[in-house]
Protein backbone atom coordinates (compact mmCIF):
# COMPACT_ATOMS: atom_id res chain seq x y z
CA UNK A 1 0.00 0.00 0.00
CA UNK A 2 1.51 3.40 -1.02
CA UNK A 3 1.46 6.40 1.11
CA UNK A 4 0.36 9.45 -0.12
CA UNK A 5 1.52 13.03 1.31
CA UNK A 6 0.65 15.75 -0.19
CA UNK A 7 3.19 18.52 0.41
CA UNK A 8 3.74 22.41 -0.58
CA UNK A 9 7.65 22.11 -0.48
CA UNK A 10 9.36 20.44 2.29
CA UNK A 11 6.01 20.60 4.53
CA UNK A 12 2.86 18.52 4.23
CA UNK A 13 -0.26 20.22 3.23
CA UNK A 14 -2.56 20.12 6.47
CA UNK A 15 -5.28 21.66 4.12
CA UNK A 16 -5.37 18.87 1.62
CA UNK A 17 -7.14 15.47 2.55
CA UNK A 18 -4.83 12.99 0.91
CA UNK A 19 -2.58 14.31 3.19
CA UNK A 20 -3.99 12.51 5.64
CA UNK A 21 -4.14 8.77 3.20
CA UNK A 22 -0.88 8.39 5.22
CA UNK A 23 -2.18 9.59 8.80
CA UNK A 24 -2.66 12.58 10.57
CA UNK A 25 0.89 15.09 9.88
CA UNK A 26 2.16 15.21 13.35
CA UNK A 27 5.31 16.37 12.29
CA UNK A 28 4.14 19.02 10.28
CA UNK A 29 1.57 20.07 13.37
CA UNK A 30 4.53 19.84 15.59
CA UNK A 31 6.36 22.52 13.08
CA UNK A 32 3.79 24.41 13.08
CA UNK A 33 3.14 25.01 17.28
CA UNK A 34 6.44 25.67 17.44
CA UNK A 35 7.42 28.06 14.68
CA UNK A 36 3.66 29.45 13.39
CA UNK A 37 1.19 28.72 15.86
CA UNK A 38 -1.31 30.79 14.17
CA UNK A 39 -0.95 30.97 10.62
CA UNK A 40 -3.17 31.06 7.52
CA UNK A 41 -3.45 28.34 5.23
CA UNK A 42 -4.31 28.02 1.73
CA UNK A 43 -6.92 25.77 0.37
CA UNK A 44 -5.93 23.35 -2.33
CA UNK A 45 -8.40 22.89 -5.10
CA UNK A 46 -10.56 20.04 -4.78
CA UNK A 47 -12.79 18.16 -7.35
CA UNK A 48 -16.10 18.11 -5.88
CA UNK A 49 -19.51 15.95 -7.03
CA UNK A 50 -23.06 17.20 -6.90
CA UNK A 51 -26.27 16.57 -8.90
CA UNK A 52 -24.36 18.73 -11.60
CA UNK A 53 -21.25 16.57 -12.32
CA UNK A 54 -17.76 17.14 -11.43
CA UNK A 55 -15.94 20.73 -10.39
CA UNK A 56 -13.27 21.90 -9.49
CA UNK A 57 -13.54 23.81 -6.50
CA UNK A 58 -10.72 26.00 -4.09
CA UNK A 59 -12.25 27.58 -0.57
CA UNK A 60 -10.94 31.02 0.97
CA UNK A 61 -8.37 29.09 3.26
CA UNK A 62 -8.43 29.00 7.18
CA UNK A 63 -6.57 29.79 10.03
CA UNK A 64 -4.63 26.95 11.51
CA UNK A 65 -4.36 27.72 15.52
CA UNK A 66 -2.10 24.89 16.40
CA UNK A 67 -2.10 25.98 20.45
CA UNK A 68 -4.60 25.56 23.66
CA UNK A 69 -3.11 29.17 23.79
CA UNK A 70 -3.82 30.21 20.82
CA UNK A 71 -7.21 28.69 20.42
CA UNK A 72 -8.34 30.15 23.34
CA UNK A 73 -7.19 33.41 22.44
CA UNK A 74 -9.12 33.03 18.84
CA UNK A 75 -12.16 32.00 20.51
CA UNK A 76 -12.30 35.35 22.06
CA UNK A 77 -11.90 36.81 18.90
CA UNK A 78 -15.15 35.95 16.30
CA UNK A 79 -14.61 39.43 14.66
CA UNK A 80 -11.08 37.71 13.43
CA UNK A 81 -11.42 34.04 13.76
CA UNK A 82 -15.19 33.19 12.73
CA UNK A 83 -16.80 30.01 12.21
CA UNK A 84 -19.86 31.12 11.42
CA UNK A 85 -18.79 33.71 8.90
CA UNK A 86 -18.22 31.12 5.55
CA UNK A 87 -18.54 27.30 8.05
CA UNK A 88 -16.09 25.23 9.28
CA UNK A 89 -15.96 22.92 6.57
CA UNK A 90 -13.50 22.19 3.77
CA UNK A 91 -16.81 22.45 1.19
CA UNK A 92 -18.13 26.26 1.71
CA UNK A 93 -21.68 26.34 1.78
CA UNK A 94 -22.64 27.07 -2.14
CA UNK A 95 -25.77 29.48 -1.26
CA UNK A 96 -26.85 31.54 1.54
CA UNK A 97 -29.15 29.35 2.51
CA UNK A 98 -26.87 26.45 2.41
CA UNK A 99 -24.75 28.80 5.15
CA UNK A 100 -27.86 29.29 6.97
CA UNK A 101 -28.22 25.48 7.44
CA UNK A 102 -24.65 25.26 7.88
CA UNK A 103 -24.81 27.52 11.15
CA UNK A 104 -27.27 25.73 12.87
CA UNK A 105 -24.19 23.45 13.95
CA UNK A 106 -22.62 23.98 17.39
CA UNK A 107 -19.19 23.45 15.29
CA UNK A 108 -20.33 26.68 13.17
CA UNK A 109 -21.44 29.03 15.71
CA UNK A 110 -19.17 32.12 17.18
CA UNK A 111 -19.35 33.39 20.45
CA UNK A 112 -22.07 34.03 22.72
CA UNK A 113 -23.99 31.77 20.80
CA UNK A 114 -21.59 28.53 20.90
CA UNK A 115 -21.49 29.20 24.49
CA UNK A 116 -24.95 29.56 25.15
CA UNK A 117 -25.86 26.34 22.93
CA UNK A 118 -23.12 24.40 24.09
CA UNK A 119 -24.34 24.72 27.48
CA UNK A 120 -27.83 23.69 26.30
CA UNK A 121 -26.30 20.40 24.88
CA UNK A 122 -23.60 19.84 27.28
CA UNK A 123 -26.05 19.53 29.94
CA UNK A 124 -28.04 16.50 28.13
CA UNK A 125 -24.75 14.62 28.45
CA UNK A 126 -23.98 14.41 32.02
CA UNK A 127 -23.27 10.72 33.34
CA UNK A 128 -26.22 11.04 35.75
CA UNK A 129 -28.34 12.06 32.41
CA UNK A 130 -26.76 8.83 30.83
CA UNK A 131 -27.23 6.62 32.68
CA UNK A 132 -31.45 7.41 32.77
CA UNK A 133 -31.00 7.72 28.86
CA UNK A 134 -29.14 3.62 28.83
CA UNK A 135 -31.97 2.70 31.22
CA UNK A 136 -35.27 3.71 29.38
CA UNK A 137 -33.69 2.80 26.52
CA UNK A 138 -34.49 -1.07 24.98
CA UNK A 139 -31.56 -3.83 25.89
CA UNK A 140 -31.68 -5.09 22.53
CA UNK A 141 -31.75 -4.51 19.39
CA UNK A 142 -35.13 -4.59 16.96
CA UNK A 143 -35.77 -5.00 13.15
CA UNK A 144 -35.69 -1.84 10.69
CA UNK A 145 -39.60 -1.71 10.47
CA UNK A 146 -41.95 1.28 10.01
CA UNK A 147 -44.52 2.53 12.57
CA UNK A 148 -47.79 4.42 12.36
CA UNK A 149 -46.34 7.72 10.75
CA UNK A 150 -43.82 5.32 8.02
CA UNK A 151 -41.15 7.03 9.44
CA UNK A 152 -37.94 4.85 11.13
CA UNK A 153 -36.10 5.35 14.08
CA UNK A 154 -33.55 4.26 15.86
CA UNK A 155 -32.13 4.37 19.50
CA UNK A 156 -28.70 4.10 21.21
CA UNK A 157 -27.45 3.96 24.51
CA UNK A 158 -24.11 3.72 25.73
CA UNK A 159 -25.08 0.80 27.66
CA UNK A 160 -26.81 -1.39 24.85
CA UNK A 161 -26.64 -2.30 21.56
CA UNK A 162 -28.32 0.66 18.71
CA UNK A 163 -31.91 -0.24 18.47
CA UNK A 164 -34.07 0.24 15.30
CA UNK A 165 -37.71 0.72 14.67
Given at each position: ?????????????????????????????????????????????????????????QGPGF???????????????????????QGAFLADPRTTADLEQARQLLVNMDAPQHARVRKLVTAVFTPGRSGRSARASPRTPGPWSSGRSGKRSATWSPTSRPSCR
Amino acid sequence: MSMVVVSTGNRADVAHPATYAAGVPYAEFARLRREEPVSWVPEAALWRRSGEGRMLSQGPGFWAVTTHDGVVSASRQPEVFSSGRQGAFLADPRTTADLEQARQLLVNMDAPQHARVRKLVTAVFTPGRSGRSARASPRTPGPWSSGRSGKRSATWSPTSRPSCR
